[in-house]
């Protein structure tokens, strides 16, 4: 069988590892104080893959602690900062190529866990006590730093074949390995779908009977893993096993909520979830950031709630736009995203994400298009690849003309743009013009004029320019029984 993943696994890429500076140092120390010291986790994975990796863990048999600080002072490296909740340790390194990495060192322990309590009693083991409470043999694999079996990989799960096979498995029985940290279930997920690989059909089961555990994790944790599977190359692979496993529904039900296509008088609508994740996929093939792609994730959170027949006309969503970027700020509080300027695009992507092919409903007038560029200002790219992503239609006559639409609104964009530059609005008028010209104080008048101005500009009506925006400012004064001081007839110096 050959795998579905895209990785070829070479055990000859661990070869010479155990000659880089850092394993070499970490060797000699653990020969000098006589513990077992091993490269282990993620790093050896990514190596056997030939994946990019930042960071590095270190596990020794003993004290963790002091293992990092006789290493940092072998290398003259540090300082070494010290987590003695956890017992480990960790320091930084420049790389050859000048990037920095993370050394991470622990002592290797065996925990357990009890059913009351979330902390585990942890006790000092072995690397393989320390290799069975890992999250899955792909995970678990272990390279030797001592001398006598320097670079020997230690592979008690054969992690190595479901590398190969591509397979995500825990190494013991997998009620037990998720009971322990429900997290795990999300990073059984996260890897699969990083990675291209399958879960192991025992672990997934196992998945969906511990679904509900997931409720003990605090949100950071969560949306550390759903990140990730959003940043993923085809993200949707990941929202189909969260919703499978029933673990979706446990932190984003509004999610699980868009799943279904209702059918009436013989008259259906598009299955909302697979939608949505089609227009996820789509936005990953043409951009990684991430807020871009939560608002591919939302942008039709609320069709649900905005859902009605309306007989003659079928299925309506009237003002999911605008409900579903209300619903942003509840989402992103709960998952304990952040609620700062990125949350804030987000909703600014789900409100518009209608617009511009609503624009070409009628004719593109430049004054729609100027609105649009107004409105959406520096995330109007971000927004035409939202809007772009959100053609999925399987009617391909239907796809086509949609298309066609789209690159009409984009060539305008850019005329009008390149005309107008509305996309950073700067008023050419601003309020301590209006203030000095007519020699008063804050007030609202000074708003209403700055509307005026920007709408006639919006318009078409007068261009972005301050000689024409002065003089509107003048006749709009005027019309307010406001006074024009002298001299103040043509603009002065902005
Ligand atoms: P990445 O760095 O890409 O997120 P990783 O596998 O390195 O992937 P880390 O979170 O850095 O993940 O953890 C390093 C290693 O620690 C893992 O490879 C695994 O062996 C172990 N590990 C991490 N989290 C858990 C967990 N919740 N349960 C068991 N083992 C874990
Ligand atoms: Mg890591």
């Known amino acids: 069988m050959s795998p579905a993943h895209a990785y070829t696994v070479d055990p000859k890429r661990l070869e010479g590892v155990t000659d880089q500076p850092l394993f070499k140092a970490a060797g000699r120390v653990a020969d000098r104080m006589g513990v077992r010291a091993f490269a282990i986790g993620g790093h050896v994975r990514d190596l056997l893959l030939g994946r990019p990796c930042k960071d590095i863990d270190i596990v020794c048999e003993g004290d963790g602690i002091a293992f990092a600080e006789a290493v940092a002072k072998e290398l003259d490296a540090g300082p070494v900062h010290v987590f003695k909740n956890f017992g480990t340790a960790m320091f930084t390194l420049r790389q050859a190529q000048g990037d920095m990495e993370q050394i991470e060192f622990v002592g290797a322990r065996k925990e357990s866990y009890s059913r009351n309590s979330r902390k585990p009693e942890v006790a000092p083991g072995t690397i393989s006590d320390d290799q069975q409470r890992r999250d899955f043999t792909i995970n678990a694999l272990a390279i030797s730093l001592n001398a006598p079996d320097r670079g020997q990989l230690v592979d008690p799960f054969n992690g190595v074949e479901d590398l190969r096979k591509g397979i995500i498995r825990t190494p013991l029985g997998p009620d037990v390995t998720f009971s322990d940290d429900p997290l795990r279930m999300l990073r059984a997920i996260r890897f699969a779908t990083q990675l291209g ?193 959100d053609i999925t239609s399987k009617n391909e006559a239907k796809k086509k003309r949609y298309l066609a639409n789209y690159a009409v609104v984009m060539q305008k964009l850019r005329e009008v743009e390149e005309k107008d530059r509305v996309r950073n609005f700067q008023p050419p008028i601003t309020g301590e013009d209006i203030m000095r010209a007519f020699n008063i104080t804050p007030c609202k008048a000074i708003g209403d004029i700055k509307t005026v101005i920007k709408d006639a500009i919006l318009d078409g009506k007068i261009h972005n320019d301050r000689q024409q925006a002065w003089q509107l400012m003048v006749e709009e004064g005027r019309k307010l029984g406001l006074t024009l001081s002298p001299g103040m007839e043509g603009p002065t110096k902005a």
Not at 216 to 238: C, D, F, M, Q, Y
Not at 270 to 279: M, P
Not at 335 to 359: C, G, N, S, T, Y
């Open 197 to 389: 690989f399958f879960i192991d059909v025992p672990t997934f089961e196992a998945i969906q009977r511990n679904a509900e555990r997931l409720d003990i994790i605090s949100a950071e944790r969560i949306h550390t893993e759903l990140n990730k599977i959003i940043l993923a190359p085809v993200p949707s692979v990941g929202f189909k096993l969260l919703l499978n496993s029933g673990l979706l529904v446990r932190f984003f039900p509004e999610m699980v909520d868009l799943l279904g296509a209702e059918e009436k008088a013989g008259i259906g609508h598009k299955d909302n979830f697979y939608h949505t994740i089609q227009v996820l996929d789509n936005v990953a093939a043409h951009s990684d950031d991430l807020w871009l792609r939560w608002a591919a994730v939302l942008h039709d959170i609320a069709k649900p709630r905005t859902k009605r027949f309306e007989p003659g006309r079928g299925w309506t969503f009237h003002g999911h736009e605008d409900k579903g970027a209300r619903m942003v700020p509840g989402i992103f509080r709960r998952l304990k995203l952040p609620l700062d300027e990125k949350m804030k695009f987000v909703q600014k992507l789900v409100a518009l994400h209608l617009r511009p092919i609503a624009l070409t409903k009628e004719e593109v007038t430049d004054s729609a298009v100027r609105r649009l560029l107004f409105d959406a200002g520096e995330a109007i790219d971000a927004l035409m690849i939202l809007c772009k992503a």
